[in-house]
């Protein structure tokens, strides 16, 4: 069975950082292209980041550019997203999912994605 579990989020002051991670089991992730996205109350669900199997490529939504920063473990099937510089407004429950095939995380298409974890709440505040 399919799985992807998301740790690492957490309460964090403005300015600190942290580190997302993203595990895949029942398949490999070396195939997949993989998307952290994230959502705030009352927002829609938005890309953050997508990496291809390739790890030749790597999208940034504006707003993390910079601060937030992409990286697969092939050997630990997992995913990782490095997160600093936080600020208030980086508040939101973070996803990672993964896309067998396609162009869905470049282009943002949430519903294009073929496999969701649950989420993990990242908290940024004094």
């Known amino acids: 069975q399919v799985h992807l579990v998301e740790s690492g989020g957490g309460l964090v002051q403005p300015g600190g950082s942290l580190r997302l991670s993203c595990a895949g089991s029942g398949f490999t992730l070396d195939y997949y292209t993989i998307g952290w996205f994230r959502q705030a109350p009352g927002e829609e669900r938005e890309v953050v980041s997508c990496i291809r199997s390739s790890e030749t490529s790597t999208y940034y939504v504006d707003s993390v550019e910079g601060r937030f920063t992409i990286s697969r473990d092939n050997a630990k099937n997992t995913v990782y997203l490095q997160m600093n510089s936080l600020k208030p407004e980086d508040t939101a429950v973070y996803y990672c999912?993964?896309?067998?095939?396609?162009?869905?995380?470049?282009?943002?298409?949430?519903?294009?994605?073929?496999?969701w974890g649950k989420g993990t709440l990242v908290t940024v505040s004094s």
């Open positions: 999912a993964a896309e067998a095939e396609g162009s869905s995380c470049y282009m943002g298409y949430a519903s294009g994605m073929d496999y």
